[in-house]
């Protein structure tokens, strides 16, 4: 077992784990707005046939806990979702004319407590 | 003869003269602001989960009330706040954001406070004339929670509890269970605009054919997509307010959305609701096509509830120009890895949304204090607007 192989049934797609499945938001939407369309439609294309096929599987498995290679399906279904809208709804990385994505400071988890230098206004 | 609608504003009464710029353009307005309101009204601060144990604490700094708090569960599960300032010469107390202690030592001269705010040890203390060390405790403020939200009033005599501030509020969403929702994500912004005109973004639809073309073109509206959006139902409190938004039930789902969709009917924006999904307590008047309600918790706090996820803003002012927006995500607790995925699309396409309405704010901001203009106009969509700067005045002029 390698550290991209995928669950049996997606094989197929190992080769956009190293890139693609990422463990959090902050890197996944990064990804998304950096990416030139063109990469993004080719990712989109390659998962977008087996999405439905991935949610089945995920199903199966539970939210937190994951053995490695479910880990990574569901980090790429993550990426897949990410990307998905645009793709599917902004034809472009990035949402057209929206607040600058680098002005969200993303706190990630179920903690929500905001730095004070934040709060202050003081973030540089 | 003109057939404008006045339907809402006629209902609540609050006419339909426009608003003054001033009072999101000048220094002097917002002072007044800071003095007669915030340093005076119940404001959530955070929630019980931040601070599950005895001794864990976290520390909130709030410009406008130009001070800093100690939020802490003391030793007998009590959640209590103080200002963060030694009683000694006035330090700052505790330093870090948040953590675990026993208690709270000052770094100056080394005063040391208990989790209940009590001063236990004062070094040298016999070189103090006349000390009586249990006067000089933290200085505490109103403390209290309700669903789990931390609430805090800096009015050293609050006028009113909080179960009487939240009055029907309160009592409307007595049975949703928050309790059962996990925060996925918060987004912090930091927007040169004031707290009201970022407030008043997300009090109306009116915009939302506009702003959100890109991302939900079809999305929170009822029956009729071609109509603009409508509010189907709102309620205007003494202080607090709520309303109902249309849900899209023939919404054309985009490929990935439709995969979610098929896992768990709850998670996109802008869809109609089934009804045997919609929360308890939630669609107050049983609109036919409901997707989520939106509670605004004078002055403040927001929270948006709809089937399986909510979200919570907090304003907090800077200045009359500028103002941070913690945007909190929440979703029902997943169950499986492909819940998750679920939930993160929703999230993903709410904060893409945000991210277009909070484009706009700045530009706002910016032309209003041109000057140009005197007044702003609102429409009848717009009454949830007209009655925050009606509140917001009563609060101004007391």
Not at chain 1, 103 to 123: K, Q, Y
Request: charged share 25%; with cysteine.
């Amino acid at each position: 077992m390698s550290d991209t192989s995928l669950p049996k049934p997606f094989r197929d797609l190992e080769k956009f784990v190293s890139e693609w499945a990422l463990a959090t938001e902050v890197e996944r939407s990064q990804k998304r707005i950096s990416s030139p369309m063109e990469v993004l439609v080719e990712f989109y294309e390659a998962v977008h046939p087996r999405f439905a096929e991935i949610m089945s599987h995920l199903n199966g498995v539970p939210a937190e806990g994951l053995p490695a290679e479910e880990q990574r399906l569901l980090d790429l279904g993550l990426t897949f979702v990410e990307v998905s809208n645009a793709v599917e709804r902004f034809g472009q990385p990035d949402v057209p004319d929206s607040l600058d994505a680098s002005r969200f400071f993303a706190i990630e988890g179920t903690s929500g407590l905001v730095p004070n230098e934040v709060l202050r206004g003081e973030r540089t | 003869m003109s057939t404008s609608s006045t339907h809402w504003s006629d209902r609540f009464q609050l006419g339909t003269e426009p608003i003054p710029v001033d009072r999101v353009t000048q220094p002097e307005y917002f002072e007044l602001e800071r003095e007669r309101l915030f340093r005076r009204v119940w404001l959530n601060v955070g929630r019980e989960e931040d601070i599950p144990k005895p001794g864990n604490y976290f520390v909130k700094d709030i410009v406008v009330l130009r001070t800093s708090l100690i939020v802490v569960r003391g030793s007998d599960g009590v959640v209590r706040a103080f200002h963060n300032v030694c009683r000694h010469r006035g330090n700052r107390v505790a330093l870090a954001c948040s953590g675990s202690a026993k208690g709270f030592a000052c770094d100056f001269h080394g005063w040391a406070y208990d989790l209940e705010g009590k001063l236990v040890h004062v070094p040298d203390e016999n070189q103090f004339a006349g000390f009586r060390k249990a006067e000089h405790g933290l200085v505490p403020v109103a403390t209290d929670v309700w669903k789990g939200f931390i609430f805090v009033n800096v009015d050293p005599q609050p006028k009113e509890s909080l179960a009487e501030f939240l009055g029907e509020m309160g009592r409307d969403l007595a049975d949703f269970p928050f309790e059962s929702m996990q925060r996925m994500v918060t987004y912090v912004v930091d927007l040169k605009a004031n707290w009201k005109v970022f407030l008043d973004a997300f009090s109306e639809g009116y915009h939302v054919p506009y702003v959100h073309k890109s991302s939900l073109p079809a999305g929170f509206r009822g029956q009729d997509v071609s109509a603009l959006m409508h509010l189907p139902s709102l309620g205007l409190y003494k202080r607090h307010r709520w309303f109902s938004a249309p849900g899209n039930p023939a919404l054309e789902a985009t490929p990935a959305e439709g995969e979610v969709l098929k896992h768990d009917k709850r998670y996109t924006l802008g869809i109609a609701v089934p009804e045997e999904l919609q929360p308890k307590g939630l669609n107050r008047d049983r609109v036919a096509f409901w997707s989520f309600d939106a509670n605004i918790l004078f002055p403040n706090f927001f929270f948006g509830i709809s089937a399986g996820w909510c979200w919570t803003y907090n304003y907090w002012p800077l200045a009359v120009d500028r103002t941070i927006c913690e945007a909190r995500w929440y979703v029902e607790r997943p169950q499986t890895a492909a819940g998750r995925v679920a939930r993160e699309f929703a999230k993903c396409l709410y904060r893409d949304a945000i991210r277009e309405d909070m484009a706009r704010l700045e530009r706002t901001q910016q032309m209003l204090e041109s000057g140009v203009l005197k007044e702003m106009l609102l429409s009848d969509q717009e009454v949830m607007l007209r009655h925050n700067y009606r509140v917001v005045e009563e609060y101004v002029r007391s």
